[in-house]
DNA sequence: GCAGATATGACGAACTTCGGATTATTCAAT
DNA sequence: ATTGAATAATCCGAAGTTCGTCATATCTGC
């Protein structure tokens, strides 16, 4: 299979920097003081996924149970996270956004939406489909 | 213009978060022990742009001065990086990269370069200069 | 020369991550 | 039932980070 050339690689990865510095310093978006990136993590996994416990969260994001327990304690003290017990195995924490962290965890998948929204827009109609497909391949392929 | 519909969003959504997820974990690469995201982009910037000082570098990444000061005392500190005066403004400082820092800086433009190559590597031929098209056009679209 | 701007560095407060010990439960095997 | 190992979560404290405030050296224009 033919290589790609040096460069279609370097013009690749400008575009890729530019990008990003372009949407991070517009990234705050809303007016709360900003979560960390860790917690936001913790906040969109249960979102998705509620009443999972720290050991699931850790495990889903590669990091030690220590540190997702100071999230969801930080979570917690800020009012976007309830811990509850659950009957059935008395050890386990069922972990659950609260209204408010719901509202927050919302508003973050609505930011992603909308960034990606904003890319498709800048394409053709045409080219959408075509361009939704590639990104596909690349994060699907196997090696 | 026609919008983009819910389904392209999602589906563009989930690619990414597959492709980020999946080579975050393979990410560290090389042996040496990783540096913080910060000292890095200090070490690619003051391989771009030798003799830079702290102030220009707080200017390019949008940190505070004394956020960087850290990062370079840090980055001497183990080695990597050289602070020289200068004369002509005996204040300033002039950063530069010992040869350690140099091969651990290139080291980390060589990884980035890889990636795009594996993002291209995984396209048709023929579909590579579309890909790069799309995204040096969502990149640097106006508004 | 001097007042005021400028480039850095020193210091310390607040916050994070994460290893090690601790507590509370459950499970397994006698 | 009893005890010993495994398991879920948290507490505690060390090490490292960001960044505001203050101090220091140096320029620059009047």
């Not at 960390?36 to 906040?43: A, I, K, R």
Request: proline letters at 4%.
């Amino acid at each position: 299979m033919t290589k790609p050339t040096a460069d279609q690689i370097a013009t690749l990865g400008a575009a890729f920097e530019a990008f990003v510095r372009r949407y991070k310093l517009a990234g705050a978006g809303t007016s709360d003081k900003p979560l960390n990136e860790l917690d936001v993590q913790t906040l969109l996994f249960v979102l998705r996924h509620p009443d999972s416990g720290p050991t699931d969260i850790a495990r889903f994001l590669g990091l030690p149970v220590t540190t997702i327990s100071s999230a969801t304690d930080r979570l917690a003290k800020s009012g976007m996270l309830e811990r509850h017990r659950i009957e059935g195995d008395r050890r386990a924490v069922a972990l659950r956004l609260s209204e408010d962290g719901a509202k927050r965890a919302r508003s973050h998948v609505e930011a992603y939406n909308s960034l990606n929204r904003m890319m498709l827009e800048r394409l053709a109609p045409a080219e959408r489909d075509a361009f939704i497909g590639m990104v596909t391949k690349i994060a699907y392929d196997e090696d």
